[in-house]
């Protein structure tokens, strides 16, 4: 089946699958646009605009994250359950691969610096 490609300059982009549309049938102000060559094209001026991703260093992503303290961090950490249960002597075992909770928090202080 043929698909075809057309644009509403409110509703945006849109894609119809088969039969013989036209962009009359469509809201008033739809044009038939050439389908859409992937999902970083914007509709600009008449033709698609590849737009760049927008790089984001470790710095940027950590600001991004809400600032918890440790004692915070480590509760959100039980919370998802990556520490679920206690080894015998009363340490904190990470469920998902047996490692220690100081292990846990050594690779953590590494990522918060």
């Not at 043929?2 to 039969?19: I, L, M, R, S, T």
């Not at 013989?20 to 509709?43: C, F, Q």
Request: hydrophobic share 40%; net charge negative; charged share 25%.
């Amino acid at each position: 089946m043929q698909e075809f490609g057309f644009f509403h300059p409110d509703k945006g982009y849109f894609q119809v699958v088969g039969g013989d549309p036209v962009a009359t049938d469509y809201l008033e102000g739809t044009v038939a646009v050439p389908l859409k060559p992937s999902a970083r094209h914007i509709w600009n001026d008449g033709g698609w605009v590849y737009v760049e991703p927008i790089p984001q260093s470790p710095e940027d992503i950590r600001q991004a994250m809400p600032q918890l303290s440790m004692v915070d961090f480590r509760r959100k950490l039980r919370g998802i359950k990556v520490i679920q249960r206690f080894d015998e002597t009363g340490n904190p075992v990470a469920e998902l691969d047996g490692i220690y909770e100081a292990d846990i928090l050594e690779k953590i202080d590494l990522i918060a610096e």
